[in-house]
Structure formats: C-alpha cells, structure tokens
C-alpha cells in the first residue's frame, strides 16, 4: 500500500476485556514495529519484527502484551485483560529493513480507551 | 539504555523568524538521528534526519547540526510559517543491542502570524 495503514482508528474497549490492533506495513518493508504513544509524550518502543520472528520484543510491558506477524507482513498486536492505563495511542511502523539507518514510516494510529 | 533529552517543551516564534530545538544522548554509540513532526491526531512523519559520519544536513528551510563529542543535536527552522506549528520529537537509533528508535519528549512549536 502506499503507507502504512491501521485498523481499528478508534477502539473503546472496558477494562478487563481482551483487544486487537491490526497493522499493514508498506508493500515490501521487512522490518515492523509497534510503538505506544501517551498524551503529551513521545512514542516508546514495544516491539519490532524483521520478517516473521520477533528481534526485539524488550519494550513490551507484561504478558498481557502479545505480537505477531506470521507471514511477515500484517501484524497484529494483542492485549489481554486492558487495563485503563492500556489507553494510548498504538503506533505502527516500517522500514525496508532493520535499524539503524533506514527510514521509519508510521501509520496513523489506533486510539485506544479503557474505559 | 538509551536516554534522550529535549528541550524546549514549548516554544513560540513570530511568523518569519527561526527556531531551534535541541535534544541530547547518552549513548555515544548512536549513529542515526532523525527528527519527526506531529500535528494533533495525525502520525510522526519524518522531516529530516542525519547520520552520525556527517556534521550537518540542510532540506531547503530545515537544518539538522550533529555534535558526537558533546552527544547532542539540533533541528533548525527557518522562516517559519504557520504551517510549522506542530509538535516535534527527535530521536535516536543506537548500533548497539538496542537498535529501535528512542524519542525525546517533544517540543510543542507556535508559530504566530
């Protein structure tokens, strides 16, 4: 696609509940990455992917966090039992390939509440 | 690990005058900085960014300085325009075993007419 593109925009979700963010990076990009993004703040890195296996998944915060992109392109970034300090805004990104040196290109975001 | 500094936080500049944003690292073994702008609700899009075996890099209004003895870095914007208003965040990739992109806390620019 001609960027990276997520799905949902918006989710409200109550505590306790389990949620889905979806993410497509850019037609061709090896390298994928998840960022968190609070109010105010600058996004934190959770987790990047280079192909199909995770390379460096130190930022997620607990188990409850969970990613996945099982042919190497659409990822999906899972979250069981929300809590309302879950509530970000969930960034997607990509490059052609890993870090350093590559250009990241984000997607617009999924904006999630718990409520 | 990493840790990135940047200041301002805010900052407002009359239409037609230049703004600096400076940010500091902590890790010498950083090699790429780029710098991101933010509009509210809308995604970081890059807007420039330097690797660290060049000293400076020049993008018509927008200028980005790298210092590796000091560890810090500057965006440079000249003759601002409304349109700049927006939040800006720096960032760092370390080559070392951390090698995502680390960001600075952001400084929200006003551009007055």
């Known amino acids: 696609g001609a960027g990276v593109s997520q799905t949902p925009s918006n989710k409200v979700t109550e505590k306790g509940k389990y949620v889905e963010l979806r993410c497509d990076p850019i037609s061709g990009h090896t390298a994928l990455y998840w960022y968190r993004q609070s109010l105010g703040q600058g996004p934190e890195f959770l987790i990047y992917f280079q192909g199909t296996g995770a390379a460096d998944d130190s930022g997620l915060p607990n188990d409850r966090f969970f990613a996945v992109r099982p042919e190497g392109s659409v990822s999906t970034l899972k979250i069981q039992r929300t809590e309302r300090g879950d509530s970000a805004v969930y960034l997607c990104?990509?490059?052609?390939?890993?870090?350093?040196?590559?250009?990241?290109?984000f997607g617009e975001g999924s904006w999630l509440t718990v409520v | 690990g990493e840790n990135v500094e940047q200041h301002p936080s805010t900052l407002s500049v009359q239409e037609g005058d230049s703004a600096v944003i400076k940010c500091t690292y902590s890790?010498?073994?950083?090699?790429?900085f780029p710098w991101y702008k933010q509009e509210l609700g809308k995604r970081p899009q890059l807007i420039i960014d330097i690797r660290s075996n060049v000293g400076e890099k020049k993008d018509q209004r927008i200028a980005v300085t790298l210092n590796k003895t000091a560890k810090h870095f500057s965006l440079h914007i000249t003759e601002t325009q409304p349109e700049d208003s927006a939040v800006y965040f720096c960032a760092v990739i370390s080559s070392g075993s951390a090698r995502q992109l680390t960001f600075g806390s952001g400084t929200q620019l006003t551009v007055l007419p």
């Open positions: 890790d010498s073994a950083s090699n790429y």
């Open positions: 990104a990509s490059s052609l390939a890993g870090p350093p040196g590559n250009t990241i290109y």
